[in-house]
DNA sequence: TGCAAGGTTGCAGTCTGTGCAACTTTGTGG
DNA sequence: CCACAAAGTTGCACAGACTGCAACCTTGCA
């Protein structure tokens, strides 16, 4: 019987998430500098051999980065109506992502806050974009029919669109206005040529 | 006497080009990975623990960071007409950049090359960015005399147009169309609210 | 000329990250 | 039910990045 997904992916699911879980938790309590892999790796039960089998290095565990979640919302861009302009559906997208599931907003929001107070994690939090990016590109490439690299438009709006989302969800700190509002406030202006406010 | 910029200071921004043109050197030549702190070093004519004195990690030697050159190209916009659109004063300065010194472009359009082909590099190649964006940030909260961090606005006309100059950077590859034309077709869809092409 | 400030170096040590080979667990087919 | 293949985990040895510290050298100035 081959089950729809078997004992050792879930298996491998749970590691992930239990090591990346591990290492957030205890970068926001002591600092990402101050913990290591070892650190890591008896929290999530683990051997620290194995922290690096799922993620190349030891910022990428704290992040958390997975590289299905580019995909996915790659995805629900493409299924937004045909008819919306580009910067539409990926504005759409990003809501999608903001109004989601609320622990993995909760997670989310705790790693920007990390991020914040830790600049050191900035290039690699930055780096996780990537993966989004390309995702993000092949899909605009085929909603607008146009070549992803031959093209300067579809990784142009998919550029400036996560530039005006990171920029919202820096805005949106703990305890200030809602992400949504960042989004739409930044998302209009975007839209509008990036003309200054009167 | 004390000469306007002292024997001193001049030797440290020697040595400090020396450490990061050696560097880009050999990173050019055998790859990023396949070169250590050492090599820099010795091709630098300067003791490994001397490299980490003016640059953090290998990589930030490699791409040759100087936060001097952030703070030029934000008083460089602060110079632009006080009539110019934001937009339109950040794309000068972009312009200005592509259309200094020879040498100074040269060096910059290998490292571009080299972040393209060598991923890796990436993450601290963007990071290197967040300088430039803080001054930008600074220069355009006083010419529009908003808030840098309370507005929204400063921060999000910066970082959409640093992404769009990378995107033409990175379109303007070695051999492909000129930058300046990349550039100028970035930003005439930005400042257009990147409606798709017809 | 002599001294204080600042820059360079070597050293010892910690930690990240990798290749490899043994070991364990899961899935499958006889 | 049992063997066997595939895949995952671990330990080990090791290269190399990076840091703190203390000694040493050079520059700027009185």
Do not use: W
Request: no cysteine; charged share 25%.
């Amino acid at each position: 019987m081959s089950p729809v997904v078997g004992l050792r992916e879930r298996k491998k699911a749970d590691t992930r998430v239990a090591i990346s879980r591990a290492a957030l938790r205890l970068a926001v309590e002591h600092g990402p500098d101050s913990i290591t892999v070892d650190d890591i790796a008896a929290a999530a039960d683990v051997s620290p051999r194995t922290v690096f089998n799922y993620f190349a290095t030891k910022e990428e565990a704290i992040l958390g980065f997975d590289p299905n979640r580019s995909l996915e919302v790659g995805q629900s861009v493409l299924e937004r109506p045909a008819r919306e302009l580009p910067l539409t559906a990926l504005r759409a997208a990003f809501v999608d992502i903001a109004t989601g599931v609320p622990e993995v907003a909760e997670i989310s929001r705790a790693r920007v806050d990390l991020v914040r107070r830790h600049p050191q994690l900035h290039p690699s939090y930055v780096a996780g974009y990537a993966a989004l990016e390309n995702a993000l590109v092949d899909a605009i490439a085929r909603r607008t029919g146009l070549d992803a690299e031959g093209s300067l438009y579809p990784r142009l709006v998919v550029s400036t669109a996560i530039a005006t989302f990171r920029v919202a969800l820096d805005r949106a700190g703990p305890g200030k206005s809602s992400l949504i509002a960042a989004i739409d406030e930044a998302f209009d202006a975007l839209a509008g040529g990036l003309r200054p406010p009167r």
